[in-house]
């Protein structure tokens, strides 16, 4: 990963060699000198220490890279200091002759479902004393309570051969862990470095990201989501639209070709001008049959942040309309012939086809009755709601995690995986409305809104929506990436 360098220890042990050679060579030269001014004093009868010379030698020979030279020249009465001192050229021959340096390598590991970062180094081969060490420094900023499944991490770890074996033998080696890198956010990073002294010290750096505010927008060719795609959004902006909007349009049967969208959300981008992440929408509107649904999000003075039309009417509504995304209708509310047991009845629900493991959320605010097997509807969540509503979902795979008789949910949480348990022919939520104790079709029920601003909300709500507009009309498409672009700097009502 980015910004973390592994070669610290490597240039701390080349400094180190450059400044113990420097020595020897200087205590060499300094030797030499005065064998040489020895030398002239022949009338003293001084002999000059032949063996220091020698020590010298050695030494220029190894500043030579590639010399092949093995044993010092023999002392010669004429041997003198006529090649410099070169640092960098003993630094690179240092390590070029060096037969069991470290040796750093770096290698990528996936945190295991219902693994620990102690057991993904222990099977790293990492020396459990470094192990111990590292996490210590880890904890310090970041808790390892959020290490999620399937999470990256990055291992630098230096091969360490052993010397406590003979020379002349096979020499093993040992690995010491010298960083950990990961990523917990899109934004945020976090390293584990070695420092001096074998211990570790963490780091967490935030990066930073340009805001921009972009405009995706077009007409439905084949479905919203691939040409919001194809219009410059991503997955989690179509995601979020479709939330906005659930209350208002029924995906499954509304959506036609040739319907009109417009999108206006943030975007964060790096220096590279690649999208790290994406924010909110700001506005959504949709052009399809009947009036067109526009929305602007918009925080009210008691904090609760919603999309309300341009009158000030909330986009919520008591329940939504369909509680699953990407869902096919493939059985709607009436009497029908059952698929299984073969005679016409009545059918107090509607089906919608989808994988197994699709998410269910709660069509709205309430409080589970019963999150458990329920006859033939196999798996089933019961939910109680505001003005005499309940909602029931059938053939589920499974609850999701807290949900059971008691338990507070609103509206949008996972509540469930579509299935096929109890009796049922293939994968498939089986939806039901209640109102009063009778059953009624969630498609055609005109559910009240969740909210109407409030006369003390409406001027900052006009303020904000007036705002919203000179931006929309003002934004770069989302798709275009040649054209430099501003970013929105202004706060404004969130």
């Not at 040489?36 to 220490?49: E, I, N, V, Y």
Request: hydrophobic letters at 40%; proline letters at 5%; glycine letters at 10%.
């Amino acid at each position: 990963m980015s910004g973390f360098d592994v070669t610290r220890a490597d240039q701390r042990r080349a400094r180190g060699l450059v400044v113990c050679a420097s020595l020897v060579l200087s205590a060499g030269l300094l030797t030499a000198l005065m064998t040489s001014r020895d030398t002239r004093s022949d009338a003293a009868g001084l002999a000059r220490p032949a063996a220091a010379v020698a020590v010298v030698d050695v030494n220029a020979a190894a500043l030579e890279i590639g010399s092949d030279a093995t044993e010092p020249a023999p002392p010669s009465e004429t041997t003198t200091l006529a090649m410099p001192l070169n640092p960098a050229r003993l630094d690179a021959t240092a390590f070029s002759a060096c037969t069991h340096c470290p040796v750093t390598i770096q290698v990528e590991r996936e945190v295991p479902r219902g693994g620990t970062l102690a057991g993904l180094l222990e099977d790293a081969g990492v020396d459990p004393a470094d192990s111990v060490k590292a996490i210590r420094a880890l904890n310090q900023v970041f808790d390892l309570r959020y290490l999620r499944a399937g999470q990256n991490l990055n291992l630098y770890l230096e091969t360490e051969p052993d010397t406590s074996v003979e020379a002349d033998e096979e020499t093993e080696s040992r690995l010491r862990l010298t960083g950990i890198s990961f990523r917990p956010d899109v934004d945020r990073s976090i390293t584990v470095a070695r420092i001096w002294g074998d211990e570790y010290r963490a780091r967490e750096t935030i990066a930073e990201f340009e805001r921009q505010v972009v405009r995706s927008s077009g007409s439905i060719t084949s479905s919203l989501y691939v040409d919001a795609l194809n219009a410059g959004a991503t997955d989690r902006i179509v995601v979020e639209l479709a939330g906005v909007l659930a209350y208002a349009i029924d995906f499954q049967r509304s959506i036609q070709p040739g319907d009109g969208f417009d999108i206006l959300f943030e975007r964060f981008v790096n220096e590279e001008g690649n999208t790290a992440r994406t924010g909110d929408i700001l506005y959504a509107r949709y052009e399809g049959r009947g009036e067109p649904k526009e929305f602007f999000r918009f925080e009210t003075s008691d904090g609760g942040i919603g999309y309300y039309s341009a009158e000030g009417a909330s986009a919520q509504r008591l329940l939504m309309l369909t509680p699953i995304n990407g869902a096919r209708l493939s059985s709607s509310f009436g009497r029908r012939r059952h698929p299984i047991l073969g005679y016409t009845r009545a059918h107090n629900g509607t089906d919608f086809a989808a994988p197994t493991g699709t998410p269910i959320f709660a069509a709205g605010n309430g409080v589970v009755e019963r999150a458990n097997r329920f006859g033939s509807f196999g798996n089933y969540v019961k939910i109680r709601h505001a003005n005499g509503f309940e909602t029931a979902y059938a053939h589920l795979n499974g609850f999701a995690r807290g949900i059971r008789a008691g338990t507070r949910v609103t509206q949008g949480q996972v509540i469930a995986y579509v299935g096929t348990t109890g009796r049922s022919t293939g994968p498939h939520l089986h939806y039901e409305v209640h109102q009063n104790g009778r059953p009624v079709n969630p498609m055609t029920l005109d559910l009240p809104t969740g909210r109407q601003l409030t006369d003390a909300d409406m001027p900052a709500f006009i303020a904000e929506r007036d705002r919203i507009i000179t931006i929309r009309d003002g934004a770069r498409p989302a798709n275009d990436t040649e054209t430099p672009m501003m970013a929105d700097s202004s706060n404004g009502a969130r």
